[in-house]
């Protein structure tokens, strides 16, 4: 067995006051991991807040060895763990819709949204730092934001590059699709979480933003999925900050890669007729 505790923040990050909402996230860090996390999940962009704005983002945007990454640092450090979270990063002149993750050295994984979603065009740069897995002492984890797991190759990649956990920053809006929640509070992009963690045989954790902040509703309906496809956390609720953990077995993940009957979602795939290709690397 190879228990870990994961933790979701869903959290709501109002824009005006980038120094409250660093607090905030480093307040629901400290609580998740004094509550049993080892890794700590939080929104996308909950740092400064999320807009698709440039002109606003700018001012407040930080390099990631500013000061909302040292606070992540500080608080990993304190409690042995690893803090993963979006932030609006700036490089030179230009902005990216980032997630890193964070222990007591500092960063241990960077990446840059690949697939930015409506007027984060306008905003954003495309990432370009690829499909980072990062080996820790809590599983080897990957990272990814929010509409990238519209694109199945992403949660692919990851699990078949080694992915234990995906770590999954998201800011959950409407419009995508019509519905906001089913009837057991699953947003439309949960539902997919939930099925592509089965599908890819890895642990997804999501950590969405929630509530509504000018013309920006959040769904919230974070959620964490294990190799099967069931729900460990969530939905949490859709109009409600609300803070969970829970322990996992990462040995689920070997262990629903066989089905049973000769059922083997992995070595069952055809990559004789198929591939998947990451990096000129065949998967």
């Given at each position: 067995?190879?228990?870990?505790g994961?933790?979701?923040?869903?959290i709501?990050?109002p824009?005006?006051?980038?120094?409250?909402?660093?607090a905030?996230?480093?307040?629901?860090?400290?609580?998740?991991?004094?509550?049993g996390?080892?890794?700590?999940?939080?929104p996308?962009?909950?740092?400064?807040?999320?807009?698709?704005?440039?002109?606003t983002?700018?001012?407040?945007?930080?390099?990631?060895?500013?000061?909302?990454?040292?606070?992540?640092?500080?608080?990993?450090?304190?409690?042995?763990?690893?803090?993963v979270?979006?932030?609006?990063?700036?490089?030179?002149?230009?902005l990216?819709?980032?997630?890193?993750?964070?222990?007591?050295?500092?960063?241990?994984?960077?990446y840059?949204?690949?697939h930015?979603?409506?007027?984060?065009n306008?905003?954003?740069?495309?990432?370009?730092?690829?499909?980072?897995?990062?080996?820790?002492e809590?599983?080897?984890?990957?990272?990814?934001?929010?509409?990238?797991?519209?694109?199945?190759?992403?949660?692919?990649?990851?699990?078949?590059?080694?992915a234990?956990?995906?770590?999954?920053?998201?800011?959950?809006?409407?419009?995508?699709?019509?519905?906001?929640?089913?009837?057991?509070?699953?947003?439309p992009?949960a539902?997919?979480?939930?099925?592509?963690?089965?599908?890819?045989?890895?642990?997804?954790?999501?950590?969405?933003?929630?509530?509504?902040?000018?013309?920006?509703?959040?769904?919230?309906?974070?959620?964490?999925?294990?190799p099967?496809g069931?729900?460990?956390?969530g939905?949490?609720?859709?109009?409600?900050?609300?803070?969970?953990?829970?322990?996992v077995?990462?040995d689920d993940?070997?262990?629903?890669?066989d089905?049973?009957?000769?059922?083997?979602?992995?070595?069952?795939?055809?990559?004789?007729?198929y591939?998947?290709?990451y990096k000129?690397?065949?998967?």
């Open positions: 067995m190879r228990p870990v994961i933790g979701l923040a869903q709501g990050s824009p005006g006051d980038a120094d409250a909402n660093r905030a996230t480093t307040a629901a860090a400290k609580q998740l991991f004094d509550d996390a080892d890794v700590v999940v939080l996308e962009l909950c740092m400064p807040w999320y807009s698709a704005d440039f002109d983002l700018a001012p407040v945007a930080e390099p990631v060895n500013g000061p909302t990454v040292e606070a992540w640092r500080e608080r990993a450090a304190h409690a042995g763990g690893v803090v979270g979006g932030l609006c990063e700036r490089s030179g002149d230009v990216y819709n980032t997630a890193v993750a964070v222990d007591r050295t500092g960063i241990i994984g960077h840059r949204k690949l930015l979603f409506a007027g984060e306008n905003c954003f740069a495309p990432g370009d730092l690829g499909l980072p897995i990062v080996a820790t809590f599983g080897v984890l990957g990272l990814c934001i929010c509409y990238d797991l519209r694109f199945v190759e992403v949660v692919r990649v990851l699990a078949l590059s080694g234990e956990i995906i770590c999954v920053p998201t800011a959950w809006l409407p419009g995508f699709d019509a519905t906001r929640w089913d009837t057991d509070g699953l947003c992009q539902h997919g979480a939930v099925l592509q963690a089965n599908l890819s045989q890895v642990f997804l954790a999501c950590a969405s933003q929630v509530g509504v902040f000018g013309r920006y509703e959040f769904l919230g309906s974070s959620i964490i999925v294990d099967f069931q729900r460990c956390i939905p949490l609720p859709g109009q409600t900050e609300r803070q969970a953990v829970i322990t077995d990462l993940v070997v262990r629903s890669q089905r049973g009957s000769q059922i083997r979602p992995r070595l069952d795939r055809r990559t004789d007729v591939t998947v290709s000129g690397r065949q998967l």
